[in-house]
């Protein structure tokens, strides 16, 4: 979740961990392509499961758009840290 300019950096990275984007759907051909794409920009994919979790994915967007319209940096994501994913 995330403000355009997160786009245009090569690699999307904050505190040395790439950007996580999150997915949903009920096509497991179709998640395949989508974790591809987003891992060929240098994002790490992360597969939320089927398309009922789409509903969850809104209102994390909102958090987000709410603080950049709030003054937050056009940089500001909401990323998923895990702890067994290693830092670049």
């Known amino acids: ?45 992360k597969d939320l499961g089927d398309l009922k979790y789409a509903r969850m994915l809104e209102p994390a967007a909102a958090i987000v758009i709410k603080l950049l319209f709030s003054g937050h940096d056009p940089y500001t994501v909401l990323n998923l840290i895990q702890p067994e994913i290693k830092a670049i």
């Open 1 to 45: 979740m995330c403000q355009a300019k997160v786009w245009q950096m090569k690699p999307p990275v904050f505190d040395t961990r790439p950007l996580v984007v999150m997915y949903c759907g009920d096509n497991d051909l179709a998640k395949q392509k989508i974790a591809t794409l987003i891992e060929d920009i240098d994002c790490e994919a």
